[in-house]
């Protein structure tokens, strides 16, 4: 018999803190091709039932999250006490949403 799967992400280990030095040198070529100049192209090339995930507290605001699903045109979803990392921090809440994304664009209710 398997072990009981784990219900909630309070046992999830101490994740490290972000390193914002690290990511800006990482992603300064990002500013000269930001994510909103690919959003018509990104729009033609996702599937109609296409779902962003987030969590409330992760460092991209859940505003920027939801204008951008509001720019594709595709559904946003914001777990709550979550931060950049649902699927560890509330496994349960971002499941949830996931099979619903998924039942959605197989069609099912």
Not at 4 to 23: A, E, L
Request: proline share 10%.
């Amino acid at each position: 018999m398997s072990p009981p799967r784990k219900q909630s992400g309070d046992d999830v280990p101490t994740r490290r803190p972000i390193n914002y030095r690290m990511n800006t040198e990482l992603n300064a070529d990002k500013r000269v091709d930001p994510l909103e100049a690919e959003v018509d192209r990104l729009r033609d090339r996702l599937p109609p039932s296409t779902v962003i995930i987030g969590g409330e507290g992760d460092p991209r605001p859940a505003t920027f999250l939801q204008a951008l699903g509001n720019d594709l045109g595709c559904d946003v979803s914001i777990i709550a006490c979550a931060g950049h990392e649902p699927w560890l921090e509330r496994p349960v809440e971002f499941a949830a949403v996931f099979r619903g994304a998924v039942r959605n664009s197989a069609g099912e209710s």
